[in-house]
């Protein structure tokens, strides 16, 4: 990438707490590698001759000058978000992330995970590292982010006022669907749908099925059950009801979990290894990386013994547990899944 260029920068609507800290910020439209016209801009604006990432507070006179280059620069959507911003009670910021280094503000670690749930960036492609120390833990209600320091006198003054304050959650990721809306995806409950998501075109999450940050499914699939954070679902997969993968947030945070194209996961199901395309696991078994699997011919016939994790990238396998000896099997299979194409349309 030139050193002309910005790696990714977005202008937003700040929160603040009774501090005057920003707890959260919501990007409507950020934007990754932009041109070079644009980056000059941008980081002037910012005052920002060095590499380092940064934000900036903008005024209601930079709001303007800013919209007006905007247009010169033939970038009407971004205006318009600008012109909707005039008498705006919320902090306005401009982010401008030079690297992608590790986020170092709430600015930066809310830009990123933006980036991944508008899909410009897809999951283990930006740098996340430290961000759940970036990231402060809020109650996320019916009125937006607030601060747990200020959480008892907002609850006391909502009541004063006749009003029910209403907590959806405490946490430190809101949920996506709060700020972004990907075209093309159905989920049954959205708070189980945390920002940083990728949800991929045609994805369906019902109402059991969890996706966490910096995951996501990549096309079409059917969520039923558990994305951790850092793994990736390939096309046309289908994860069953209550089946989990293991993510890199698990043990050391070192491996890295995927499934690939037209697998199935049954219910109740798992993997703690990366799974290949075409393939099954039979509903109710856990297969960790560690895993002893017995390796099977198309007749029965033993193969090998092998650990689940040397064999990972072997394709169109049926994971199963013999109900006679406890052993975990493998036999190769003719094809994987076939979701249901008119389920998948979301039009």
Not at 14 to 28: F, H, K, M, W
Not at 309 to 326: A, H, Q, Y
């Amino acid at each position: 990438m030139s050193s002309n260029t910005l790696h990714s920068f977005g202008i937003g609507l700040a929160t603040t707490n009774s501090l005057g800290e920003i707890i959260e910020v919501y990007y409507p439209e950020p934007r990754i590698h932009p041109s070079k016209e644009l980056s000059k801009l941008l980081r002037e604006l910012c005052d920002s001759g060095s590499e380092l990432n940064t934000f900036t507070g903008l005024d209601a006179s930079a709001i303007k000058n800013l919209g007006e280059e905007l247009i010169e620069l033939d970038e009407s959507n971004l205006a318009s978000y600008l012109r909707q911003l005039d008498g705006c009670d919320r902090p306005v910021i401009a982010c401008i992330l030079n690297t992608d280094s590790p986020p170092d503000s709430i600015p930066e670690a809310f830009l990123k995970l933006h980036l991944l749930s508008h899909r410009l960036v897809k999951p283990l492609t930006l740098n996340l590292d430290g961000i759940f120390g970036v990231l402060r833990n809020l109650a996320w209600s019916n009125q937006g982010a607030i601060d747990l320091n200020d959480l008892p006198e907002r609850q006391f003054q909502a009541q004063v006022k006749g009003e029910v304050l209403d907590i959806t959650s405490v946490d430190k990721f809101p949920k996506m669907t709060s700020y972004v809306v990907p075209k093309g995806i159905r989920i049954a409950d959205t708070a189980r749908i945390r920002l940083g998501a990728f949800i991929g075109e045609g994805t369906t999450v019902m109402h059991e099925g969890f996706v966490n940050f910096n995951a996501g499914t990549l096309s079409t699939a059917m969520i039923e059950g558990r994305i951790s954070s850092g793994v990736v679902v390939g096309e046309n997969s289908d994860l069953g009801g209550g089946c989990s993968t293991m993510g890199t947030l698990s043990g050391g945070g070192s491996e890295i979990i995927s499934v690939g194209e037209n697998c199935l996961i049954g219910a109740n199901a798992g993997i703690g290894f990366s799974l290949a395309n075409g393939c099954i696991i039979e509903a109710g078994l856990y297969v960790t990386a560690g895993t002893k699997v017995t390796l099977l011919d198309s007749k029965g016939e033993l193969v090998r013994i092998a650990k689940a994790k040397d064999i990972c990238e072997v394709e169109k396998l049926l994971f199963r547990r013999n109900s006679l000896t406890g052993t975990v099997e493998c036999i190769p299979i003719d094809q994987g899944t076939d979701l249901n194409e008119e389920l998948h349309a979301h039009n």
